[in-house]
């Protein structure tokens, strides 16, 4: 599972250095690439074995709904492999305009998932989420977390 938070630069052409945490999930998994896609202000990296799961879910999905079309256009159109080379992927430069990444990024552990944030939005959205984890943290005591 992919957990903990790293800073980290991203360079002129859009390639990240993958934490050696997150590699080890890559390799326990047999992994060598990424699937990365965009998400509300940041970008979703999974693993090719947990996207498939995604994408399985999402092709059955009922095609003349619009709340599917509406997904399928935004998170699952939005999906890049990114193979793992020298440790680091490189970024499409439309997904990195996308979240605003420029040089200075945050990736988050989400254990199925990281994410991966410019750094100025990581600190917003982490002091929102620390203002809101009181009210989660009773819900999700609720659903028995």
Known sequence: MFRGRS???LDSKGRLAIPARFREVLET????TLV???HDSCLWAYTRNDWRVIEEKA???PQFDEVVNTYLRYFISGA???PLKQNRITIP???R???GLNKEVVLVGELKRFEIWDK???EKAFRKAKEGFAEASQSLKEMGI
């Open 80 to 82: 890049v492999e990114c």
């Open 93 to 95: 430069p439309d997904l």
């Open 36 to 38: 990365v896609t965009n």
């Open 59 to 61: 092709a059955g999905l």
């Open 120 to 122: 100025n939005e990581w």
């Open 7 to 9: 800073r980290h630069t």
């Open 97 to 99: 305009e996308f979240a």
């Open 29 to 32: 998994a047999g992994e060598t």
